[in-house]
């Protein structure tokens, strides 16, 4: 609308006049938009990756860590090790072991029943095969998901005995090392 009387406009702003841009202007300040979004572009990744590398460092250094915690953990089944079983389980009272025979609550429950009872009890010797193993961290957590072959040597009668199963672990990083804190495992069902 415009007033009659005054020939301007009834609402105003403050608008910055703008002066047409000549070819040359216009081409630099392309240019410059330009080279402006390459650098973003090829700053930002190298930027993430800094970023990342060491999580990335960190998530091997822990896989690697668990891959070498179940190593010990079948070496402390083969040989019924309760020195190194208490070195790779937490002694947290929250620490559970679940089998088919039942299921333990706390270390001390978790050594004497499952391993000086059962495999040290009722096997007089024991192998134990890890394979198809899958690990994932996340911070000051982890599982991981396996199965496994057993085979050993019965007490009672000396006959050999095999079993398959699949298991689950989950881990917890105390004061820096990872630690087993529960162990779930059942028959595994699928066809060897």
């Not at 403050?14 to 002066?19: L, S, V």
Request: one cysteine or more; aromatic letters at 12%; proline letters at 4%.
């Amino acid at each position: 609308m415009i007033d009659s009387n005054r020939r301007r406009p009834l609402y105003t702003q403050n608008y910055t006049c703008y002066q047409p841009l000549t070819r040359s202007q216009c081409t630099d300040r392309l240019m410059r938009a330009r080279i402006f979004i390459a650098a973003v572009a090829f700053l930002f990744p190298a930027f993430a990756c800094s970023q990342a590398a060491p999580n990335a460092a960190a998530a091997v250094a822990d896989n690697l860590a668990i891959h070498h915690l179940l190593g010990q953990y079948a070496q402390a089944v083969d040989n019924v090790d309760l020195k190194l079983l208490s070195q790779i389980w937490s002694h947290s009272p929250d620490v559970s072991f679940i089998y088919p025979l039942g299921e333990e609550h706390g270390f001390d429950a978790i050594e004497q029943h499952v391993f000086q009872n059962v495999m040290g009890g009722i096997f007089s010797a024991r192998d134990l095969k890890v394979h198809d193993v899958m690990i994932y961290v996340n911070g000051d957590s982890a599982w991981s998901e396996f199965h496994w072959d057993f085979h050993a040597t019965m007490r009672k009668d000396g006959s050999e005995v095999t079993t398959h199963g699949v298991e689950t672990q989950i881990y917890r990083k105390e004061d820096g090392e990872w630690h087993i804190v529960h162990v779930h495992y059942s028959e595994d069902r699928r066809p060897s």
